[in-house]
């Protein structure tokens, strides 16, 4: 009898071992879910980012982080990035304050061939390091804009036509010494002079004309009102050209400039030149080593949003998991129980539900502080009303069904008749509201960090970057790259919730005819 049940125990030929991953047995309408779920290219899809996203930002220290993955100094190992070490290990000052390993590196105890050396992250930058703008490495070039020089030259004329005054390029236009009655105006510039001379009201003029110098040049007559007394001079203005001049700008590099092709050279007559080198000034542009740019204080937007990533995420799913057991507990108990319970239970919610919650955070906070704790919880006190309406109506639907009958005839206690029988046959809501309660919970958190409610500074947050681009229009990278992380998460919990709702869905082909 032994032996019998010894070989029944044992795997046979033609039973293989399952793997590792095969030991839990699913029940097969959990299968079937799962396989609708998987149906969904997008929702399956959008599933493995969020989890790889959020696997990949709870590693941030290994990513973007201003200590060393690994040290070797003086024959021995440490581990920064797991552990403190006092700056008295590296320099024997004696000083037990956290040491700057970027100091200790460029520093000679880290010099070539001392066999001591650093391993840092893939970003060597921390959420919470703010950088000086020398550290910023800028490309060396200057930015040249070569602007030709238009000659303009202003003449005073009597009422006799003769020449009173001349200013501005006079000579280079001829009319150095002659007088204004051997030009030839046009006509249009005629009447113009006549109209102004007879003190009547006339507009801006403009004509091309030939000066005895063969130069052709464009003559003007701004507009004219009517005065107490006629004018005793008017102002023509000569220029060789009617429109602003085309600047021309070239990027050459600070050591060797090469200009090309085309563009005048430094110190060519009829051009002005300006050169300009690009400063460094917080918040700034996307650079090498800062694929993201810098906030206002200097600090690495990229690592700031990696940082931000898993804040946002584990506040999401805290809360959610929060208040969905506080809305599946007031839920069960007013569905299962019943009558006054359930009376004076929906008469508490509506009252707890038509306090201000963003009064209720405000005044909170100011009293305790913002904190990421006190946050979660003043959220999650607030949040659980709604699912506890759904939660309410499954109760309420299960409570009269065989099954729970049965359970109380054989006098079951009401704790595993709540979450041992009926909850089980109750998870619909819970799993199908989860993924849109994390979107919810997302956005809220980030909405609060752009007004200054949220988590207290300097805590990685995108709504803090998008509150920073707010205060500085002209950083682009500041509105760019939180908006696409917020909008791209959020996107991905609306396709898994989407899947979820189309796996859970009792009647997948129904429709209404």
Do not use: C
């Not at 906070?365 to 309406?389: E, K, M, R, T």
Request: charged share 20%; net charge positive; proline share 9%.
């Amino acid at each position: 009898m032994s032996a019998a049940r010894h070989s029944l125990n044992q795997p046979t030929a033609q039973e293989p071992r399952r793997p590792p991953w095969r030991l839990i047995r699913w029940h097969p309408l959990t299968r079937q879910h799962w396989a609708r779920f998987r149906g969904m290219r997008r929702a399956r899809w959008a599933l493995w980012a969020l989890l790889g996203a959020y696997v990949i930002s709870l590693g941030a220290e290994l990513i973007a982080n201003d200590k060393p993955l690994w040290v070797r100094y003086e024959g021995r190992h440490y581990f920064p990035v797991a552990r403190f070490y006092p700056e008295d290990v590296f320099t024997g000052n004696g000083r037990m304050t956290r040491p700057n390993y970027k100091a200790l590196a460029a520093g000679e105890a880290f010099a070539p061939g001392t066999g001591n050396r650093m391993l840092w992250p893939p970003l060597a930058h921390g959420p919470l390091e703010s950088l000086a703008p020398e550290h910023i490495v800028l490309p060396e070039t200057l930015t040249v804009t070569a602007t030709p020089i238009v000659p303009v030259a202003a003449v005073d004329m009597g009422a006799d036509g003769r020449i009173l005054r001349v200013m501005g390029a006079g000579e280079h236009f001829g009319l150095g010494g002659s007088g204004a009655a051997e030009l030839d105006w046009p006509e249009v510039i005629r009447a113009g002079l006549a109209a102004r001379w007879a003190n009547r009201a006339a507009p801006a003029v403009d004509a091309e004309m030939t000066l005895p110098t063969s130069r052709a040049v464009w003559v003007s007559l701004s507009p004219f009102a009517p005065r107490a007394t006629p004018p005793k001079r008017l102002r023509l203005t000569l220029r060789e050209q009617l429109e602003a001049p085309v600047s021309r700008v070239a990027v050459v590099s600070e050591r060797d400039p090469v200009y090309p092709e085309g563009f005048p050279e430094p110190g060519t007559d009829g051009w002005m030149f300006t050169t300009e080198k690009e400063q460094v000034h917080f918040p700034f542009r996307p650079v090498r080593g800062h694929p993201l740019g810098l906030d206002s204080s200097g600090r690495d937007v990229a690592a700031r949003m990696l940082y931000a990533l898993r804040t946002s995420l584990t506040f999401g799913m805290v809360l959610v998991l929060a208040t969905l057991a506080l809305g599946t507990l007031a839920g069960a108990l007013q569905g299962y129980y019943g009558g006054k319970v359930d009376l004076f239970g929906q008469r508490f919610i509506e009252i707890w539900e038509s306090l201000p919650f963003i009064y209720v955070l405000i005044l909170l906070g100011a009293i305790y502080g913002q904190s990421f704790l006190l946050l979660l919880i003043i959220y999650a006190i607030f949040n659980w009303i709604g699912i506890s309406y759904y939660m309410r109506a499954e109760f309420l639907r299960l409570r009269k069904l065989p099954f729970v009958e049965s359970a109380r005839v054989i006098g079951l206690p009401t704790r595993k008749i709540l979450f041992r029988h009926m909850l089980p046959n109750a998870l619909v809501p819970l799993v199908t509201f989860f993924p849109f309660s994390l979107v919810g919970a997302i956005g809220v958190m980030a909405a609060l960090d752009y007004l200054g409610f949220g988590l207290p500074p300097p805590t990685p947050s995108w709504g803090e970057l998008l509150a920073q681009a707010q205060e500085f229009p002209h950083a682009w990278w500041l509105v760019l790259f939180p908006a696409l992380a917020l909008f791209a998460t959020m996107l991905a919990g609306v396709f898994v919730g989407e899947g979820l709702r189309a796996a859970f869905d009792p009647k997948p082909f129904a429709k209404i005819e």
